[in-house]
């Protein structure tokens, strides 16, 4: 009788969800009819409006539309870590790439109409339900949502000022350059804004309640044993380096290089304007490092680590008897035994040396080369010392990717194991 009530309301739910999707596509319908006069595009704005309104109906008459088993065998076998965090990589090179196509708000907006089709058929789901539902949880949606329109808000922005200033034109920030005073203009509009701010925040400390928890103790810790939110990438990065790299030296040396970024940037162009053209280096690395490095592996421990941080995918059962079988090797071990050796019977310099040598020619012979070769205009423009200084920060960031990829691939663990002095890369 509970079962049936819950999906009863859960389905209510759904409707809800559904008409308000309507309700926004009709919006785009009235806009199109009125203001863009396109008729054409307000008549398959309209459909899908209504595409939506058929799911609303069927799910507050209750007709029990749901998720089919074989769709959701295939996505749990589809979504890997190598395939989630590689499909995200490589759809971020497409929207900088196809940019000026992706961000017409036509486009985007029927992206997302298939994102929140493909969310409102997933929570018909119970364990992706139970997941994305968790107070925790929640916010991390709203993350996902908000990053994506702000990053689409940016590139579109981008791409009109750098087709006006092709044209000779000024940027849009350069035609709104009308000041007002910090009293009152200011301070109102950060005073109703902070007000609203508030309000959301009470309604929504009401709705969703905080998910307090009993007293720590070491007889009883919970499974999965997650950090917040903001610490999961770190957490993330722990399943490829050792606590030294990913817990202390990579959070430095991501802050230590926010910090030096506009010290170290002899382009002065794209201040106080959005722009892509005039910006490709500094923001095509920036929105990798923050929104693959970073937002990708939030949102992969949040909703895809499991129990004993195993990979779970989207519509499978957080099993916490779940095991899985682990082959990684290092690096000392594939040389040795390509030479028919036991590397545990070798001295751990002569052992390791191989992997020493790696990171050596990583760290200390890519800087130049790349001064030699496709980063030399970097390098005449920059000087030694602070060319020198972004390779640096650019090689610990392209090493997280790098390790994942030989992790995936060759089920590589550490390239340098010093077990006798506890040093592992």
């Not at 989630?84 to 790439?97: D, Q, R, T, W």
């Not at 119970?126 to 916010?139: G, H, L, Q, S």
């Not at 722990?238 to 170290?264: E, K, N, R, S």
């Not at 490095?293 to 989207?314: E, S």
Request: glycine content about 6%.
């Amino acid at each position: 009788m509970y079962g049936e009530s819950l999906a009863k309301s859960t389905q209510d739910g759904l409707g809800v969800y559904y008409l308000m999707v309507a309700l926004l596509n009709l919006g785009f319908t009235a806009y199109y009819f009125r203001s863009a006069k396109k008729p054409v595009d307000a008549i398959v704005w309209t459909a899908v409006a209504g595409l939506f309104l058929i799911h609303a109906f069927a799910n507050f008459l209750h007709l029990g539309w749901t998720l089919s088993e074989g769709i959701r065998d295939w996505v749990d076998w589809a979504v890997k870590a190598e395939s989630f965090f590689s499909a995200a990589a490589l759809g971020f090179i497409a929207l900088l790439a196809f940019r000026r196509y992706l961000t017409l708000p036509a486009v985007a907006w029927a992206v997302t109409n298939v994102a929140l089709l493909c969310a409102g058929w997933a929570m018909t789901n119970a364990n992706f339900r139970e997941v994305v539902t968790k107070p925790d949880n929640v916010p991390i949606v709203l993350l996902v949502f908000s990053v994506g329109f702000f990053t689409w808000l940016a590139l579109r922005r981008g791409v009109i000022n750098d087709d006006r200033m092709a044209k000779g034109e000024p940027p849009l920030e350069k035609l709104e350059d009308d000041k007002v005073l910090v009293w009152p203009d200011l301070v109102y509009t950060e005073l109703i804004c902070m007000i609203i701010c508030t309000f959301l925040l009470i309604v929504w400390a009401i709705v969703l309640k905080a998910p307090l928890e009993p007293p720590a103790t070491t007889a009883k810790a919970p499974n999965p044993s997650k950090a917040p939110w903001y610490f999961l990438g770190l957490q993330e990065m722990l399943v490829y380096y050792d606590p030294w790299l990913a817990g202390v030296v990579f959070p430095l040396m991501i802050i230590g290089g926010l910090v030096c970024i506009p010290y170290m940037d002899y382009n002065q162009k794209g201040n106080g304007y959005f722009t892509f053209v005039q910006r490709k280096f500094a923001l095509s690395t920036f929105m990798f490092g923050f929104v693959v490095l970073w937002v990708v592996l939030i949102v992969l421990g949040t909703f895809l680590r499991g129990p004993n941080w195993n990979f779970f995918g989207p519509f499978e059962y957080w099993d916490t008897h779940k095991v899985l079988e682990l082959t990684n090797v290092n690096l000392s071990q594939m040389f040795w035994r390509a030479l028919g050796d036991d590397a545990a019977t070798i001295h751990w310099f002569k052992r390791e040396l191989p992997g020493i040598i790696v990171i050596v020619a990583y760290l200390a012979l890519l800087p130049p080369l790349l001064a030699k070769t496709v980063m030399r205009p970097f390098f005449i423009r920059m000087g030694f010392l602070r060319f020198f200084t972004l390779v640096t920060f650019l090689q610990f960031m392209a090493a997280l990717p790098i390790k994942m990829l030989l992790r995936w691939t060759l089920n590589l663990k550490y390239i340098v194991f010093i077990s006798e002095y506890f040093f592992n890369i």
